[in-house]
């Protein structure tokens, strides 16, 4: 006697439904809510389930979505029963995964086809299912066993299948219909699948396109199965995605050399793919490595030409920092502290000088590096200006950070030389006066300030306060006049 359990929280519909179908000769047994209905098709391993679709605790599409996702049911039938007669609650249900759908009230005719059609399906599937395991010699002896789906309405053509496919070695699920396979599909992976070619439209879509349709089978291999009359039907198929056809009768030797060859290709691609998604990912990589250890122009010019070539630049405003006392602050720190406060300054700096057209240089401790106008042409005023906002921002976003370690920083303008130099560790570097008056300068006023040479005092006058610190020697006995900038009037905005 076949066995169906009918979850259903209505006492009356149960009462009705559960006595046609003993009538009818089934064993019914009753859930009265869908997680009672899940535990008992769970433990009884019914032949069929009526599922109502608005049940209490846990509703029909929870349920439905539960007994799918586990080994145990998710090769019972189910039929949602709703009281809407909507398309939309249809659809619902098929896809929570009811393999069909009836509404109340119970139309007796059509609801005990639909009940025999699924049990039927059910029992040829059990069948093929005992075939789709191949033994272990057969799956030893091909290394390149594939999993594949099968589909096809016929129950002669999957049986001949199932034989060819177990004596080549492949493992597969064996569907009936189209409903099925889409089921199967949206529950497991499969490395092709076999498609009968006069399977008909889902909602005017042949199969097919429908696969196609989805990202993740895009490039799975799909092998239409044709009778010698719908040979046609097979190779207008490719033009719409197929990777190929097999007519029937299906010899071994035709079927194993043409699934060999769609899942070879299938490989290749799969791992040309992984090589260039490698590859795309390495050269990332690189790039960001390349941006943390060289200014960004220097890696567009690598970009470009593969090589950096020395360059004057002849009006670059060169920004110093460094951390007061610092060396005499992190003797007194663990390494891991001190480390970890200069990272989160070092990176507050990068964020700043993002904001001001300037480009970091480099760092050497506690020392960090800038400049405007090296890569980006930038008026003499604009340069000066850009670089001492900067420097503005900078004193105050470490005010934030380490209150206790207060900036020197020193801003001068001038020519300087650029490049790259070293092999084994390379370093982007810059040489010249330039260079030495601006460490000068910033060593020449006392903490916490920011201070100018005279030729940066002179393109931000008009936009600046500021003071006069007095002349300070330089190491070829010249002397540079400094001064500190206290205000900057703000970037105008558009």
Known sequence: MQRILLVEDNEMNRDLISRRLKRRGFDVSIAVDGAEGVEKATADQPDIIVMDMGLPVLDGYEATRMLKDADATKR?????????????????????????????????????????????RAKEDAANVELSTPAASATAANPDAAH???????????????????????????????????????????????????????????????????????????????????????????????????????????????????????????????????????????????????????????????????????????????????????DSLDPEDSIRRLQRLIVAFEDVVARHRVEKVKTNGDSFVAAAGLFESLASPAAALAAVRCGLEMIEVASTIEASWPLRIGIHQGSVVAGVVGHRKCQFDLWGNTVQTAARVKSSGPPGGLQVSETVWRQIAGQSQGQRLGEVKLKDDSAVTVYRVQRVEPEATL
């Open 148 to 330: 594949l789906l099968v589909v096809d309405d016929s129950a002669m053509h999957r049986q001949m299948l199932s034989e060819r496919l177990t004596l080549l070695g492949h493992t597969f699920d064996l569907v009936a219909g189209v409903e099925a396979a889409r089921q199967r599909l949206e529950h497991a992976t499969f490395d092709a699948v076999l498609l009968d070619v006069t399977l008909p439209p889902v909602e005017g879509q042949p199969l097919l396109e429908l696969i196609r349709a989805d990202p993740r089978y895009q490039d799975m291999p799909v092998i239409m199965l044709s009778t010698i009359d719908a040979v046609s039907d097979a190779i207008a198929a490719l033009s719409r995605g197929a990777s190929d056809f097999i007519a029937q009768p299906f010899h071994a030797e035709v079927l194993a050399t043409r699934l060999n060859v769609c899942l070879e290709r299938a490989r290749t691609h799969q791992s040309l793919q992984t090589l260039e998604e490698a590859l795309s990912a390495e050269k990332r990589r690189s790039e960001h490595l390349l941006g943390t250890l060289l200014p960004a122009g220097i890696v567009t010019e690598l970009r470009e030409t593969r090589k950096v070539v020395p360059r004057r630049c002849p009006d670059v405003a060169l920004l110093f920092c460094d951390v007061a006392g610092f060396r005499k602050v992190s």
């Open 76 to 120: 019972i039938p189910i039929i949602g029963l709703s009281a809407h007669a909507m398309s939309g609650d249809a659809r619902k249900a098929l896809a929570a995964g009811c393999d069909d759908y009836d509404t109340k009230p119970v139309e007796w005719a059509r609801m005990l086809g639909k009940i025999d059609t699924l049990l039927t």
